[in-house]
């Protein structure tokens, strides 16, 4: 069974950062991309950051981009987003997801979520 | 930026009743649509990709069709558990892009 497991998020003010971690579980974890979705309380989905399989290429959302950055440790089936200079704008669930594919893909598993909340 | 149109925004429906959600990309994505539905306090969860084919344990009544920009998904009967909020997902332009969502709600 796939399973992935988020945490590191929590209240913080802005202009600070937050790093969070995704570990997964159950598949082969190097031979699939990993994304990070979030999606704001009440409101839809929004793609934030890619990472492909083998750590080689990376993408962000215009929203984020300069101020996330993902990274990905396959030895230890993990993939991070590390946040800074957070906006108020920023607080959603996070959500690690598994790609269908070694770059872009439906994706077929997702995380609980963990919740950034940026406030002052 | 690909812009996902989902209508209606919320759909009442009785169970047993067929409930048809639809989805408008403002550019092709040839198959390249998924649909989720979210449950209150879940995360998402896949039921179809490549625009017609169920994920795995996705019950028959779910039935996604469309290719290029108009895309639909059917639940031919509604269950007690269909209840929730579906969401559609383009993955062929980039940046990867999910409708505004349709609520589906008990009549």
């Known amino acids: 069974e796939v399973l992935l497991v988020e945490s590191g998020g929590g209240l913080v003010q802005p202009g600070r950062s937050l790093r969070l971690s995704c570990a997964a579980s159950g598949f082969t974890f190097d031979n699939y991309a990993m994304h990070w979705v979030r999606q704001a309380p009440g409101k839809g989905l929004e793609w934030v950051s890619s990472?492909?399989?083998?750590?080689?290429?990376?993408d962000y959302a215009d929203s984020v981009k300069g101020r996330f950055t993902i990274s990905r440790d396959n030895a230890k089936n993990s993939v991070y987003l590390q946040m800074n200079s957070l906006r108020v704008e920023d607080t959603a669930f996070y959500y690690c997801?598994?790609?269908?594919?070694?770059?872009?893909?439906?994706?077929?598993?997702w995380g609980q979520g963990t919740l950034v909340t940026v406030s002052s | 930026e690909m812009v996902m149109t989902q209508s209606p925004a919320t759909l009442s429906v009785s169970p047993g009743e067929r409930a048809t959600l639809s989805c408008r990309a403002s550019q092709s994505v040839g198959n390249n649509l998924a649909w989720y539905h979210q449950k209150p306090g879940q995360s998402p969860r896949l039921l179809i990709y490549d625009a017609s084919t169920r994920a795995t344990g996705i019950p028959a009544r779910f039935t996604g069709s469309g290719s290029g920009t108009e895309f639909t998904l059917t639940i031919s009967s509604l269950q007690s558990e269909d209840f929730a909020v579906y969401f559609c997902?383009?993955?062929?332009?980039?940046?990867?892009?999910f409708g505004q969502g349709t609520k589906v709600e008990i009549k």
């Open positions: 990472i492909s399989w083998n750590n080689l290429s990376t």
């Open positions: 997801v598994k790609v269908q594919g070694f770059w872009s893909g439906y994706y077929d598993s």
């Open positions: 997902h383009q993955y062929n332009n980039w940046p990867w892009t």
